[in-house]
């Protein structure tokens, strides 16, 4: 990019977000120099937005620097860490001044509600493409891992599951979607808080990006375990659970996009746990157990059962 | 991307690097844990090359995926800091096995000479693009800021000048380059063991990616110095040397992808710098001074001198 337009970048990036006294150095050297606090580990993720992929041409560009940043931030919350700091690679197809302020708009937005500093990253002209790197703080004892999980644990899930996949079919269907399912696709409200509370209680947890069939999948395998989900127990919108009570349950099951979470928790942790969270404003919902046997079992209401697999969800897909 | 597709890059990511004591946790879960050893502090670079900008399609897997890391290395180099952990998200127009496994080789071939761990990223379909991130140790008192440098510190540069830029010259005119050009252009060698030994002696320093003249009015800026360069004293390959005879210094002076390190060091200190350099086997060159006026003052050989400023290398690109 030209000079200008570099200048322009740099005066957004550089007025982005608020200093950190753990930032020893911001944007604007080689590198950022960064001060892990003593007695904590380093908790990083990285996730890309690509137009086309992610999001289209004509997406909110403030709704896009929440999601953007959102998607990473929710990894932070499934590890139960403390988020710090930022990194923002944009390709651009242009400089386009208004684009620009709009999307800083929404990513400091939600980083200031995170105490996020942005502490570096790039800028190239391109196709249209987002890739973030968060960074947060957890002590290696309290971090939750996806391999935690033993058979008998309690399964729960936070929110409500499924919304932002009706919001998805419904623009896809009818062009727009109804502003509260629109708001749950756009603009996914990262689970940290809960993430940090649930450190002391649960014994594995993820992030609900793939659909709630899939990551538990992943957290069945990293553990080495089975679950069994009462399909009875999901935390449903009204819109949502009408699809299910008409036998779709694609949305709840394999929608993706929800980024809420999803925890294991022994059972003699379950009480104090739900006193926590209740305590602290938060809302989980339990939806099952993990299992020895490994595969999903799903139990509906009217009592059939079915077996799934982690490999097998890819037929609960729109 | 589908899952095998998914599996297939999981796989060259798992096992592209080396493991580390201080990766608690690599790729596989919703972050990586990492443990900053006592005494240190982090140094992070964010750098995204993007296809059209700044390779073309049919560049060597094999050389862009040295050059994607190698321009990351860079910068932990400027800053004098160790290499320990990186992260890399690939957009990918397809999932290439042939093509991601030539990547990941030139990739992981530089990794391992500099003992780095990949510890997570992503993979999405799209343009071709590469954003990576590296990690590096550095004491803060150490680290090699751009703004510590003082009016009457003598200025040295690693390496030779303008040959990646003559490379690139001879491909746009002649559709190939000389090898011997063509190698730096493409397999820049990032000076990680120069930048670690000057943490005891440079007061300044910055890798050159732009070009002298515009990264030298970087380090200026941040020092609040002018600079005088003398031209006779540029470290020049014959091919280079050749186009400054005949009157072109745009190859050294702006020509950019160098990835050399540009440094000031304190006069006191410099017999004591160069013994170290000397017996550590690399190869600087002292090409000027820091000046307390603004501007950037170009000492050609035939005694003709001329002024610059940060802002005005422009023109001096081709």
Redesign the interface.
């Known amino acids: 990019m030209s000079?200008s337009e570099f200048q322009l970048i740099q005066h957004y990036f550089s007025t982005a977000t608020a200093a950190r006294p753990d930032v020893?150095?911001g944007i604007?050297?080689?590198?950022?120099?960064?001060?892990?606090p003593?007695g904590f580990?380093?908790?990083?993720?990285?996730?890309?937005?690509?137009?086309?992929?992610?999001f289209l041409r004509d997406a909110d560009p403030e709704a896009l620097g929440h999601k953007a940043l959102a998607v990473n931030l929710s990894?932070?919350a499934?590890?139960g860490?403390e988020p710090a700091w930022v990194?923002l690679?944009l390709?651009l197809p242009a400089a386009d001044e208004d684009w620009l302020r709009r999307f800083m708009a929404g990513f400091s937005a939600l980083a200031a509600e995170h105490r996020l500093q942005l502490?570096?990253?790039?800028t190239?002209?391109?196709?249209l493409?987002i890739?973030i790197?968060v960074h947060?703080f957890?002590t290696?004892a309290g971090?939750?891992?996806?391999?935690g999980g033993r058979p008998g644990d309690r399964l729960f899930v936070s929110g409500t599951l499924g919304e932002a996949a009706l919001a998805l079919r419904q623009r896809r269907e009818a062009g727009r979607a109804a502003p509260e399912l629109a708001a749950r696709m756009d603009r996914p409200i990262p689970q940290v808080g809960l993430g940090r509370l649930l450190t002391g209680f649960a014994s594995a947890?993820?992030?609900l990006s793939d659909g709630l069939v899939g990551d538990l999948g992943h957290l069945c395998e990293?553990s080495g375990t089975g679950a069994r989900l009462e399909l009875a127990s999901l935390p449903l919108a009204p819109a949502v659970a009408l699809a299910c009570a008409e036998g779709d349950w694609r949305l709840p099951l394999a929608g993706g996009d929800d980024y809420e979470l999803l925890f294991s928790v022994p059972t003699d942790k379950v009480p104090a746990m739900l006193a926590a969270v209740v305590a602290d404003g938060h809302r989980v919902q339990e939806i099952g157990c993990l299992v020895a046997t490994p595969g999903i079992t799903l139990a509906y209401p009217d009592g059939r059962e079915s077996e799934d697999t982690p490999?097998g969800f890819?037929h609960f897909r729109d």
């Open positions: 000079l020893l150095l604007g050297d080689d590198c950022a120099l960064l001060r892990v003593a580990d380093l908790a990083v993720s990285m996730d890309s937005l690509v137009e086309g992929r992610h990894d932070l499934a590890m860490a990194t690679a390709t502490i570096g990253g790039d190239t002209r391109g196709p493409s890739t790197q947060g957890v290696t971090a939750l891992r996806r391999g947890a993820i992030d990293a490999d890819d």
